[in-house]
C-alpha cells in the first residue's frame, strides 16, 4: 500500500474536512453519555441536545429546574472532565 494513504480513522481525526462532523458528533456524545455522568437525575432531567457548546436540559419540575441552575457550573466541571476536554460552557433550561 502506498504511504500516501491514510486509514479511514486517521483522516477522520486529521483532516480540517472533518472538523463540523467532529464537532456533531462531540456534541452528541455529552447527550448520549449524560446518564453515564450523571445516573441520579435520570427520572429527573432529559438531555435533549447540544449546540454551540450549550447543554439544553429539560426539566419539568421548577423546583428542580432552580436546583440545577444553582449546580451549573458543577455539572459543566463534571461533563468538560468526563471527556477530558472542554465540550460544554453553559446550560440552557427548558
Do not use: C, Q
Amino acid at each position: 500500500m502506498p504511504s500516501s494513504f491514510k486509514s479511514l480513522s486517521d483522516a477522520f481525526y486529521s483532516e480540517p474536512g472533518f472538523e463540523s462532523l467532529r464537532k456533531i458528533i462531540d456534541e452528541s456524545d455529552v447527550v448520549l453519555d449524560f446518564y453515564k455522568i450523571f445516573p441520579d437525575l435520570e427520572k429527573i432531567v432529559k438531555a435533549v441536545k447540544v449546540d454551540k457548546s450549550t447543554l439544553l436540559l429539560k426539566v419539568e419540575n421548577p423546583t428542580w429546574r432552580l436546583e440545577l441552575k444553582f449546580r451549573e457550573k458543577i455539572i459543566i466541571d463534571k461533563v468538560n472532565s468526563y471527556f477530558k476536554e472542554i465540550r460544554i460552557n453553559k446550560i440552557r433550561f427548558a
